[in-house]
C-alpha cells in the first residue's frame, strides 16, 4: 500500500502547541525524497508517548496496520493524577484513561502485558516476551523510565516507588494504614506524593541531599518558597541530608539519616529520579546514552526507527547538551513530529522549550524553559508572598525560562515567546510587564 501524505492537524493541549514551535529548518531525511511504503507500524510502550503517536498517525492518514506493545497490564492513562488526584481524591481508575474515545476507534492491535525484549534494527523486527516476534515496516519506542532505586530496602515492606498504576495502587492502599511517611527525594514527584500524603492526614518528612527542594525545576529560591507551603501545612524538612539505610525487618519502621538521626516510619516513598527504560535495546546497535539519542524529529539514525517520550534524548537546537525532558508535554509534542516525520514528505527540525507543571497544595505551577542557579530573577505580575506570580529568569541578556505560580495565560505566552525564532531578550520580557 502507499500512502500519499496529507498536511498537519494543528491540536492543543496542556502547554501545547506543536505548530508554533515548529519554526526550525528543514531536516533531509531519507524518507523524504520520496514516498514510503508503509504496511505496518510498531510502537513499543502503551501509555502517553505511544497513544499520542498512534492517533497522530492516524490523524495523517496512516491507514495500514498499527500494533502497540505494551509491557503494563493497562490501556494507555495518564500518569500525572497518580501522585495527585488519585491518592488526595481517591479518583476512580476510569478517569485516568487517556485515549479521548477510547482505544477503539484508533483501529491498533494492543497487546498489553507483553514487552519487548529485543530489536533487530536491520529486520525491523521486536522479540517479545511471550517469545512471540513482531516484524514493522517502522518502529516506534516510546518505553519511558523507571524510577532509580536506593541500594539498600529492597523487599522490605512500606518502601515504595511511583511511576505507574499499580504502584500507584499500592500507595493509595499503604496511605489508608500509615500514620508516618517519609519522602525521599524533593523533586517534582516527591514533593506532589509528600503534599498529597499531607492532605490524607499522615505526619510527612522530607529528605533531600540538597539545600532546597525543587532545586533543579524551580531553582534554590522559588524552590524554598514551595518548602514554606509545605511547611506551613506540617510538613518536616530535612534538607542538604543523604540517608544511611532503612530500620525494620520485612516492614519498614524508620530512616536513618546520615548525621545518625532516625524518622520513624511505616511507609517511604523514594523519589530519587527515574532513569530511561533502555536496557532491552542494550545490543540493538542504537546510540544509547541516558535515553535513546535522537536527531531533532525523533530518528535514532537507522531508518524507520524512532524514539520519544522519557526514554528519548532528541537534539534541541536550543539546548546543545541535548537534555532529556521527563515531561509529559513534551512526550505530546514528540508524538506528533514523529507522526509527520514517518508520514510526511518535509519535516521540521523540532527545537521545543521545555514545559513543565506540578500541582501542590493549592499551588498551580507551571515552568517553560530550564532555570540555572545564577540565572537573574525578575518577578512581576503579583508577588512571590501571594504565592502568584510571574517570575522571568535571565541569562546572558536572553530569556531563560518563566516561571508561572497561579498564572498559566501569562506563562505560555512567554513560551511562546522563547520559542519564537531566538526568543526573547530578558529586557524585552521584564519590559513587557513593566506595568504589573
Ligand atoms: C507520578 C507521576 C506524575 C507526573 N506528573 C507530571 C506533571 O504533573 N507534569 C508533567 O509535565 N509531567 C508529569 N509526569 C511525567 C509524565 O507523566 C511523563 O513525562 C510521561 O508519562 C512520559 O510518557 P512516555 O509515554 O514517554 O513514558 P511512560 O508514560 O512512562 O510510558 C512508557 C510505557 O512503556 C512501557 N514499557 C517500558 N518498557 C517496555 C518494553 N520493553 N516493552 C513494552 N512496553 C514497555 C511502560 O510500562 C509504560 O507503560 C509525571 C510522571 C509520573 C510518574
Excluded at 509529559?328 to 514528505?345: D, Y
Amino acid at each position: 500500500m502507499v500512502y500519499c501524505l496529507l498536511p498537519i492537524t494543528g491540536r492543543s493541549e496542556r502547554g501545547v502547541s506543536s505548530r508554533a514551535l515548529c519554526r526550525t529548518p528543514m531536516v533531509e531525511t531519507i524518507e523524504n525524497r520520496g514516498l514510503k511504503m508503509l504496511n505496518h507500524i510498531a510502537v513499543v510502550g502503551g501509555s502517553l508517548a505511544g497513544l499520542r503517536t498512534v492517533e497522530a498517525l492516524r490523524r495523517e492518514g496512516f491507514e495500514g496496520r498499527i500494533t502497540v506493545i505494551g509491557a503494563e497490564d493497562e490501556l494507555p492513562y495518564d500518569r500525572p493524577p497518580l501522585s495527585k488526584q488519585f491518592l488526595v481524591d481517591d479518583w476512580e481508575e476510569e478517569k485516568l484513561a487517556l485515549a479521548r474515545n477510547g482505544v477503539e476507534e484508533l483501529k491498533a492491535d494492543w497487546m498489553v502485558g507483553c514487552a519487548a525484549e529485543s530489536l533487530d534494527v536491520e529486520a525491523k523486527r521486536l522479540k517479545l516476551a511471550d517469545g512471540t516476534h513482531v516484524e514493522a515496516d517502522a518502529i516506534v519506542l516510546g518505553t519511558g523510565a523507571r524510577p532509580l532505586r536506593l541500594p539498600f530496602g529492597e523487599g522490605l515492606e512500606g518502601v515504595l516507588a511511583l511511576r505507574n498504576l499499580a504502584d500507584a495502587r499500592r500507595l493509595r492502599g499503604a496511605i489508608a494504614n500509615a500514620p508516618r511517611v517519609v519522602v525521599v527525594g524533593a523533586g517534582f514527584i516527591g514533593m506532589e506524593v509528600a503534599a498529597s500524603c499531607r492532605q490524607k492526614g499522615l505526619d510527612v518528612s522530607v529528605v533531600e541531599s540538597l539545600p532546597a527542594p525543587l532545586i533543579r525545576g524551580l531553582g534554590s529560591r522559588l524552590g524554598e518558597r514551595v518548602a514554606k507551603r509545605h511547611r506551613e501545612e506540617g510538613i518536616v524538612f530535612h534538607l542538604g541530608v543523604t540517608i544511611d539505610g532503612f530500620e525494620g525487618e520485612g516492614q519498614v519502621t524508620g530512616v536513618t539519616l546520615s548525621g545518625g538521626e532516625t524518622l520513624p516510619a511505616e511507609l517511604v516513598i523514594v523519589g530519587i529520579g527515574a532513569t530511561p527504560a533502555t536496557e532491552w535495546l542494550e545490543g540493538a546497535g542504537l546510540e544509547i546514552d541516558d535515553g535513546v539519542l535522537c536527531d531533532a524529529t525523533g530518528s535514532t539514525g537507522h531508518e524507520g526507527i524512532y524514539a520519544l517520550g522519557d526514554c528519548a534524548r532528541w537534539l534541541n537546537a536550543r539546548y546543545p547538551e541535548r537534555p532529556r525532558f521527563e515531561h509529559w508535554t513534551s512526550a505530546v509534542e514528540q508524538s506528533n513530529v514523529v507522526a509527520q516525520r514517518i508520514m510526511h514528505s518535509e519535516t521540521e527540525a523540532f527545537a521545543p522549550v521545555p514545559y513543565v507543571w506540578t500541582d501542590q497544595f493549592n499551588l498551580r505551577i507551571a515552568i517553560a524553559g530550564e532555570i540555572q542557579e545564577g540565572d537573574e530573577m525578575h518577578v512581576c505580575l503579583g508577588s512571590i508572598e501571594e504565592d502568584r506570580f510571574l517570575a522571568l529568569f535571565g541569562r546572558e541578556g536572553r530569556l531563560a525560562a518563566a516561571v508561572g505560580f497561579k498564572r498559566p495565560r501569562q506563562l505560555n505566552g512567554m513560551r511562546r515567546k522563547m520559542a519564537e525564532g531566538e526568543g526573547i531578550s530578558f529586557a524585552d520580557a521584564v519590559a513587557e510587564h513593566a506595568e504589573s
